[in-house]
């Protein structure tokens, strides 16, 4: 099984400024990597694909990069509405399908 | 534009049953693999069980293996996942997800139904 691990735990960020999330996995997962953004009482929706493929409708402002073993979410400038949790989920090798334990990012 | 709403939580007692679906419009459900994804309370994601387009192939977590069945109805476009000797660590809300192929993203996901095991 891959471990998906997820950094920091909590960002306190201002609006406007950037926010950098980490993900690590266990083992390469080549750009099979895929990010979630969970607000609360909501589903989780995907923002970002193969590694850095923003899916449709998800704003510039959010960018994926990384391959293998190691992946990076930024988002350029943090709008109120982006507060929420970020999930990382690899699905090169399933089952299982893993997902990272969030990284949350608040106002700070 | 694509729906997914899943039903059938409730709370159940430990080692008892429960039969979770979800209905699926907007897109063409039989090209799709269908998942559940659970997330128990304050904690993160965990996939649980997916299925192929035509329900030849099946995989479940090793956490509900031989407890959790998943199965779906291209002709009701409905997604199924009969969980049986429920216990208090399945407690979570279920989500159902959809993604084109196995090695690709869940690119949209349900409102999720909750479930509580509890005496």
């Known amino acids: 099984e891959i471990v998906m691990t997820q950094s920091p735990g909590t960002l306190s960020v201002s609006p406007g400024e950037r926010a950098t999330l980490s993900c690590r996995a266990s083992q390469s997962v080549s750009r099979n990597l895929a990010w979630y953004q969970q607000k609360p009482g909501q589903a989780p929706r995907l923002l970002i694909y193969g590694a850095s493929t923003r899916a449709t409708g998800i704003p510039a402002r959010f960018s994926g990069s990384g391959s293998g073993t190691e992946f990076t979410l930024t988002i350029s400038s943090l709008q109120s509405e982006d507060f929420a949790v970020y999930y990382c989920?690899?699905?090169?090798?399933?089952?299982?399908?893993?997902f990272g334990q969030g990284t949350k990012v608040e106002i700070k | 534009q694509v729906q997914m709403v899943e039903s059938g939580g409730g709370l159940v007692e430990p080692g008892g049953s429960l039969r979770l679906s979800c209905a699926a419009s907007?897109?063409?459900?039989?090209?799709?693999?269908m998942s559940w994804i659970r997330q128990a309370p304050g904690k993160g994601l965990e996939w649980v069980s997916s299925?192929?387009?035509?329900?030849?192939?099946?995989n479940y977590a090793d956490s509900v293996k031989g407890r959790f069945t998943i199965s779906r109805d291209n002709a009701k476009n409905s997604l199924y996942l009969q969980m049986t000797s429920l216990r208090a660590e399945d407690t979570a809300v279920y989500y159902c997800?959809?993604?084109?192929?196995?090695?690709?993203?869940?690119?949209?996901w349900g409102q999720g139904t909750l479930v509580t095991v509890s005496s």
């Open positions: 997800a959809k993604s084109p192929t196995a090695t690709a993203p869940f690119d949209f």
């Open positions: 907007g897109f063409t459900f039989s090209d799709y693999y």
């Open positions: 299925v192929s387009d035509s329900s030849k192939y099946t």
């Open positions: 989920q690899q699905y090169n090798n399933w089952p299982p399908w893993t």
